[in-house]
């Protein structure tokens, strides 16, 4: 919970966290330095001086941490883990579902433990979704389209395997696909940013909500064109939200756009944790108002009631969550870490 | 300064060669972002290149159009040295240097895994989005000075020219948005009007504010690669032209005395 320096609670579900090992004992090889390194590089890149971590802390935090940092430190009610497994570089994965799984059963009702496939193993890949609804219950996958497989060097969401994937996700209920659509890793020769694929998946399912990350920059463009004629496109924040504290100019140039095509009801907080921890970015999005000549050129105002929306409500809609059930939940039982 | 010797003078135009290479996708110079690491005239007066992208997953296809443009611009060294340029800490460093050496194609260096890419439709794509990008500066710039949408699109290439701003965004983009003008149009007139649309459409003036705001969307996405890649490289290796925040040759020969606050970070 996110009380206002007015004294206001607000509900915050954070749309986008990790659970991840990056640490040099789990790299399989040389990517998996470089790709926990790149991550690190961005949390030094945008973060404020003091929210900076020691590097070796980032590789590898402690579940304590990750408690801290999101709902006793931080001002999350509910968290969403994104799945990103990138077995090639990392010999248990980078964030695997086992381990966030059994985060989240110590404390339930806090975390929502999405899953992610890779559509290019075919057959298989049918039946680990099987697997995942079967025995972590998943309302949503992570998607990363510009990964690598074998000689594949990334997927569009429109490929015929692909849609035999969300047809079964449809079919099982799982509704919520995030789509990883911002700055990419390994994107060879394509434009790996594109996101076109995201309009003909949007179209053809129209069961499923398609929460893009990082909201497509760069493609903004593109993205809002599309999210703005698809009632079922989402934006993600992360990424773009902490720009707030190093270029607070260019997020509201940002923000304008999203509030001006796509409206308020569509767009996600995310933290990206932890490569940024939620606190200072709630706390920022909270105190900022878009510069008036943006404002006036877009006609938008990010106002009080929007950014309650933004922080939890629109999420809360896509994954069911009732509000005022779990708010009262948590006053009752305010979280606390459980022993190991 | 001392007076330039020869040594100095090369070293000044080797710089300035380099610094007229853009990364396609930000459309800011290789310099400027920090990419060229050491750019150094040896003894014999041949030159030694050490480049380096904000991460390691950096895409290919632009590290090869980067380092294209860099062997262009030291083959234009009035002195015509021996090169080596080397691209350090990238996935596929060693493909892209054996290749740049050899003077190949990206297809060649790439082979299957560059699979059917142009790299001239790319570089077309880039060209676009860097005209755009150029144009709402000046555009803006121009507005901010008071001027009616109908004075600035009758504006020709003369009164581009006497145009003066403060320093900021417009000033830096003026030059720049008038070489992409006379690259794009060689064939235009220096009384036609200097502000078109990249396909070469008049621009009415009732519709520049839509335009004005479909080119900021596109500003808006460069901005967000160029900011990313500024933050990433900076904390990735520590910045070389600046120490301790103090200007270094590097910054006296660039002309960014005092060190512009996004090289400090």
Redesign the interface.
Known sequence: MYRTPEGKDIFVVDGHTHFWDGSPENQKNIHGKQFIDCFYAYHTGLSPKEQLWEKSKFEKYSAENLCNDLFIEGPDDIAIFQTTSLSDFYKTGFGCIKRTSEIAKKYPGRFIVNGSFDPRDGEKALEYIHFMKETYDIKGVKMYTAEWNGASKGWRLNDPDAYKCFELCDKLGIRNIHVHKGPTIIPLNKDAFDVHDVDHAATDFQGLNWIVEHCGLPRLDDFCWIATQETNVYAGLAVALPFIHSRPRYFGEVIAELLFWIGPEKILFGSDYAIWTPRWLVEKLWAYRIPEDIAAERGVQLTDEIKEKILGLNAARLYDIDIAARKAEFANSPFSIAAE | MQPASAFTSRVIELWRRLGEVNDPELDEPITEMGFVERAEVVGDGSVEVDFRL????C???FAFLMLDGVRKALDQLSWSPAYRVKLHDH?FAEEVNRGIAAGKA?GEI?GE???D?DLETLRE?FGVKAFKRRQEAVLVGLRQHGLTDREILGMDLTALDAARFEPGEAAKQKPRYRAAYVERFPGRRQVDPVFLTCEGAPIPTLTLGAYL??L???R??????G??C???K???YKELGVVDGEPTLVDFIMDRVPVPAATRI
Do not use: K, Q
């Open positions: 904000p991460t390691y997953w895409s290919p296809n996935m990206f790439f895994l560059a699979e890419l794509t705001a479909d900021r969307a596109v808006i996405n460069m901005e967000f690669n900011a990313l500024r933050g990433l900076h904390t990735r």
